[in-house]
């Protein structure tokens, strides 16, 4: 079912992104330097770069994908930022003093003085095939989901957001970008504080703020910390200290969408401080927001839940010949919720380890529900799937005589990664679609136009970050480094905003052609890994290995980018540890290069 918005909250949802638009281009008209339209003039102060940190990298996926995450899984992602403090002060002490002291408008700048140009380059292109896909998708997550979930057209959508952002940014550039995300930050906050607030006093007088915790603990969506070394499970402790560290360092210290937020800082010291400021917030930030996720989950044992959240979806399977399957299937979960219901009311009543054992025991078993709804909604959708399943089945069926053969066990394990793959169908996967369904059916008006302008002021300011930062690359390490002439500042102001206008362009279209992954957020995450630990292995190498050429380093990067693309592709590791991964490889690969170069020619190579 499609939601209409009251005339109220699309007054809050057009005021907001209006003010903000409006705001930052008439702060920074009239920029005319590059340094003014670059590097914001070097005026910022470090609360301001702190918080310009912070929106550059809390899209609207942050929002609508953390809390999917925590409902469905827990508190336990926060691990992912547990190396960010550790990355920010390594950042401070080495690549901002380095950069400063070079007075460089881009991190690529100093790969050229240390190296050569088609260093620098590489790695440039690098940044923008990742940043520009990134770019698109960070349009595309909001887009899809409210689509879908309002009935409005996702082109419009995707154009709607894309035009705003090129309209502050190709006018201000980054003092636009870094002046506009004060106050999308204090929309962010203000939306979120009060999304909490309201859902716990959505939650029954008679159970307070600490038994709702008891009861996301008696299902294990506490559990924040896992010291496991299992390699298949995606966040522990381990994966974000080491796996997280690296991810970050490549991030804040390599990736121009974050470098340019700092740059523009009024000194080194304000420069630091701004990091260190996100550092010492951002935790407790993504802490705060998989909380409001876990609250929804219990909200949700006191209120019936859907089967799956994406309402198409559940229409859709309803009207196939797995309707009758689907409509069991909901009827049980009617059954299991006034079972919870009761075991959480007596669970906030007093603390009884058996009622937090059956609570447990229950929350499997919907979770098993929600699992069987997203294959019949996946055959319902996809006559070519229903196909190959039957064939498999079929097959599986045939030789249940002989459980132990080799045939028997290859064919199991095809059949249970098809089934597998229904849990991640754009159609199928409603994790990303939890907590704007949660908005729109359940918040008062006035509080869904904000939180509206929430999900669409976060997509603006990363958004507007990285095609800043896609202009900024382009126009100076690309454009203006392989000009036979010197272009005076007036013509490389125009040409960046002529990058700007084309790499937002460029963001659309990606949008109009993406699709959603498992989720939203692990996709930004995948697509930063792949590129991010070669990026920072390069840095590394220029920092502390004086003797390594731009020869050796060139080519040791095309190599490491190769292997890493492969390693992803097979699913070798999760894909935090590709950071490291790739990182140690460029080191070693360039180091090996550079021992086997030809003694005669150490300078060349």
């Keep these: 079912m499609q939601q209409t918005l009251d005339w109220i909250d699309w007054t809050v949802l057009v005021i907001t992104l209006a003010t903000i638009v409006g705001y930052g281009t008439w702060k920074t008209r009239g920029q005319k330097n590059a340094q003014d339209y670059i590097k914001g003039g070097n005026t910022t102060k470090w609360w301001t770069i702190g918080l310009s940190v912070m929106a550059t990298q809390a899209s609207a996926i942050t929002f609508l994908s953390t809390t999917g995450q925590a409902f469905s899984d827990g508190m336990g992602f926060v691990q992912f930022y547990f190396g960010l403090p550790i990355a920010m002060v390594i950042i401070c002490l080495v690549f901002i003093p380095l950069y400063h002291r070079l007075k460089v408008y881009t991190a690529y700048e100093f790969l050229e003085n240390r190296f050569d140009l088609k260093t620098r380059s590489l790695t440039a292109i690098l940044f923008l095939i990742q940043r520009g896909l990134a770019a698109g998708i960070t349009i595309f997550a909001p887009a899809i989901i409210l689509s879908v979930v309002l009935g409005w057209n996702i082109v419009t959508l995707n154009i709607v957001i894309g035009v705003l952002v090129i309209i502050y940014t ?25 999304a909490l607030f309201i859902i716990i006093n959505l939650i029954p007088e008679e159970v307070s703020f600490t038994d709702a915790i008891d009861i996301a603990g008696a299902t294990g969506r506490m559990e924040v910390l896992d010291f496991s070394f299992d390699l298949e499970n995606r966040y522990t402790v381990w994966t974000g200290l080491i796996g997280g560290t690296f991810l970050m360092l490549s991030y804040f210290g390599t990736d121009q969408s974050q470098v340019q937020r700092y ?11 701004g990091l260190l400021f996100n550092g010492l917030l951002k935790v407790p930030m993504q802490f705060f927001i998989l909380l409001v996720g876990v609250m929804v989950f219990v909200f949700y044992q006191f209120n019936p839940s859907p089967l799956n959240f994406i309402d198409a979806s559940t229409e859709t399977v309803l009207n196939s010949q797995y309707g009758d399957q ?7 979960q009617t059954a299991l919720f006034s079972q919870k219901q ?10 009884n380890p058996d009622a937090k054992k059956k609570l447990f025991t229950l929350d499997s078993i919907e979770k098993t529900y929600r699992s069987e709804s997203k294959f019949l909604i996946k055959k ?64 008062p008006t006035g509080l869904i ?61 990606i949008a109009c052609f993406a699709d959603l992954a498992e989720n939203l957020i692990q996709l930004v995450n995948i697509i930063g890994s792949i590129f991010y630990g070669n990026v920072l292995g390069i840095f590394l190498l220029a920092f502390f290995f004086k003797y390594i050429k731009g020869n050796a380093v060139f080519i040791g990067a095309l190599i490491t980018q190769a292997i890493v693309v492969i390693g992803w592709w097979f699913d070798w590791m999760p894909y935090l540890w590709l950071n490291l991964f790739g990182c140690v490889v460029v080191i070693f690969v360039a180091n090996m290069l550079q021992l086997l170069a030809p003694k005669k020619l150490p300078n060349e190579f």
Aim: proline share 1%; glycine share 4%; no cysteine.
């Design 326 to 332: 689907y409509k069991t299937l909901q009827d049980k």
């Design 380 to 443: 319902a959708v996809d006559p070519e799937y229903t196909s190959e399943y039957n064939i498999l089945q079929k097959e599986v069926d045939n030789l249940k005589s002989k459980p132990k053969s080799e045939a028997y066990i290859t064919k199991s394990t095809e059949l249970s990664e098809l089934y597998k793959e229904a849990a991640k169908d754009t159609q199928t996967n409603d994790r990303d679609y939890m907590f704007i369904r949660f908005i729109l059916n359940h918040l």
């Design 170 to 194: 190709v006018s201000g550039g980054t003092k636009a970008v870094t002046v506009t995300q004060k106050q999308q930050m204090f929309v962010i906050f203000a939306g979120m504080l009060a």
């Design 263 to 273: 740059l523009s800082g009024k000194s080194m010291k304000e420069m630091q401080m």
């Design 449 to 509: 136009g904000l939180l509206l302008a929430v999900i669409l002021s976060a997509a603006m300011s990363s958004t507007a970050s990285e095609i800043n930062a896609l202009a900024t690359i382009t126009s100076i390490d690309l454009y203006g480094r392989n000009q036979k002439e010197d272009k005076d500042e007036d013509h490389m102001v125009k040409m960046t905003k002529w990058f700007t206008l084309g790499w937002g362009v460029i963001a659309i279209i």
């Design 342 to 351: 009761e075991l959480s009311i007596e669970l906030a009543k007093n603390d």
